[in-house]
């Protein structure tokens, strides 16, 4: 990382820190934030994190979860942004507007997308999640790893590579999971919390079940749910995630795609891919984000509309 | 492990080989024996291969394992017999007729349930995985690890532990996983083959979620799997496999069972618990085995007798 230096100094001599990550927060984006809230209060400084978005109820388990503000809370005195885990800067939404001309911001990111917005980067593709970089980076500023810091930095790994199933795991990726669990992550505690389903939610995925449709060349794997699906079951949104992985672990599918309705947000598209198809190409046309093997975008559009240009770039990419 | 010396110094002086394991072959079952296998052959020994059982076409993968014999075929060449993940001799099932007096037999076993059976026992029950006994035994018989031996030990360790997902997941876990990832062991690729699904099955699986159950104090959730039900979607028990953590995974949710009928092997019972609840007691009590948190037993009788006598006994041990 040609930056490092340089960006070693520049934490070093801040005292008041913003940090941020990506709205629909995930277990990377937030294990990412507390380790590194974590590490920085250690070392002195004041910090305040924000996300434009709730947290999901299964990370309330992250130490410093609670403290997350919205954009509107937070207050004037920071001299710093770090952006984590965002691929472009419109991924942090209405943080956006806390951004000032005369204050360094920090881009730290693994997507192979990320627009290198910011002052100073730090992006490294190759780490399979933004945690292992925040992992790294305490490293060199001197922090003394603990529970907290550990677990954040393992449900930030192990939920970005589907716990080490996924082709970005790699020997580094287990090697500091399993420093994490030596410094006292539990595996079991986070997994449990992290994947802890209800009775109405086992009950949508069964529902959601039903509903996979596999394109005639059984190559692309899709998912719908709607808005009346969830209510009737008293499901929320966030209970959906990883349904997607139902169709990604079809024989023969090489894309999986989960199209998802949020209330007032439209619909949120979540792609995944096996081998050499790029969903971050599909969902960079869309204006979204994300990686070669994962990556989203959203639609302002109906459920139809959404599925017909999805399907149809995809389908399109294939052919290429 | 006391009895290492006098082990190492057995399996160097013998030439011919007859590894075994418990039936209803499974991910760790079939890694070791396969990572065992391959280390032994590089050490020039003779090696045969048989389980009482058929292998599921998941792990078809598995370097060697279509070498794996029926007990009718293996021929009388071999000096030691080596059974491996079984916690105890019944569990090997036809591959009993085998044992001859003269020979000796080797037990190396993670399971705590181990009865300690065979001439020299390599029990460790701090192991997540008796493929981490199995790549210590093969360091130590000095045999250089290949891709092949890599994916067969990740793919035990991944499998027994839930891909690092339960408790049993430890620092050396990980690390013995990161050196197999670093020897050529491609997660997402184990991963793929055992995780991989058909249509068919994951209508099955919608429709085993609909079956689900929950004890009135919200303690014990169980799934059921009768014949009539694979039958109508073309599905195989083994299929099933992986089914109980959604029983698991419920909040609040303490032990998990899983009843399944297998043609003409009766009832199959499995059972998976989070926290102190130890299911080893309520297997070995209808006379099956297996550890803590992950256990399994039989029965002869019908589903809602076999039903009957586990969630007695297992709201038995609730209350003591």
């Known amino acids: 990382m040609k930056n490092k230096a340089a960006l070693l100094s520049l934490l070093q001599g801040k005292m008041s820190f913003l940090l941020t990550a990506h709205?629909?927060?995930?277990?990377?984006?937030?294990?990412?934030l507390m380790a590194l809230r974590a590490g920085l209060l250690k070392l002195g400084k004041r910090v305040q994190?924000?996300?434009?978005?709730?947290v999901p109820a299964a990370y309330a388990f992250l130490e410093g979860s609670q403290s997350i503000l919205r954009p509107e809370m937070v207050n004037n005195d920071y001299e710093?942004?770090?952006?984590?885990?965002?691929?472009s800067i419109d991924r942090i939404g209405?943080?956006?507007?806390l951004v000032k001309q005369n204050i360094p911001m920090i881009n730290i990111d693994h997507h192979i997308s990320n627009t290198g917005f910011g002052t100073v980067q730090y992006i490294d593709e190759q780490a399979a999640a933004t945690a292992e970089i925040i992992y790294q980076l305490l490293l060199d500023l001197g922090v003394a790893l603990d529970d907290n810091i550990a677990a954040a930095i393992f449900t930030g790994i192990a939920t970005?590579?589907?716990?080490?199933?996924?082709?970005?795991?790699?020997?580094?990726?287990?090697?500091?999971?399993?420093?994490m669990v030596s410094h006292g992550a539990k595996p079991h505690e986070i997994s449990d919390a992290v994947e802890m389903r209800t009775v109405p939610v086992l009950k949508l995925l069964s529902r959601v079940l039903d509903s996979i449709e596999v394109s005639s060349n059984g190559?692309?794997?899709?998912?719908?749910?709607?808005q009346t699906l969830l209510s009737s079951l008293g499901a929320n949104p966030e209970d959906t995630d990883g349904f997607i992985n139902y169709a990604r672990y079809i024989r023969g599918v090489e894309v999986a795609v989960l199209f998802r309705e949020v209330p007032d947000r439209g619909i949120k598209v979540s792609m995944r891919s096996r081998n050499n198809f790029d969903v971050s190409k599909t969902a960079l046309h869309f204006g979204g984000?994300?990686?070669?093997?994962?990556?989203?975008?959203?639609?302002?559009?109906?459920?139809?509309?959404?599925k017909e240009q999805v399907l149809a770039k995809i389908r399109e990419q294939f052919e290429k």
Not at 80 to 87: E, G, K, W
């Open 80 to 87: 710093i942004i770090i952006v984590l885990d965002s691929s």
């Open 23 to 32: 709205i629909f927060p995930d277990g990377d984006n937030l294990g990412s």
């Open 160 to 179: 970005d590579c589907g716990f080490f199933r996924y082709a970005n795991t790699t020997p580094r990726t287990l090697s500091i999971a399993a420093e």
């Open 289 to 306: 984000g994300g990686h070669k093997l994962a990556a989203g975008c959203s639609f302002d559009t109906q459920m139809e509309d959404a």
């Open 94 to 97: 209405a943080v956006q507007n």
């Open 49 to 54: 994190v924000t996300i434009d978005d709730s």
């Open 219 to 226: 190559k692309i794997a899709w998912l719908t749910i709607d």
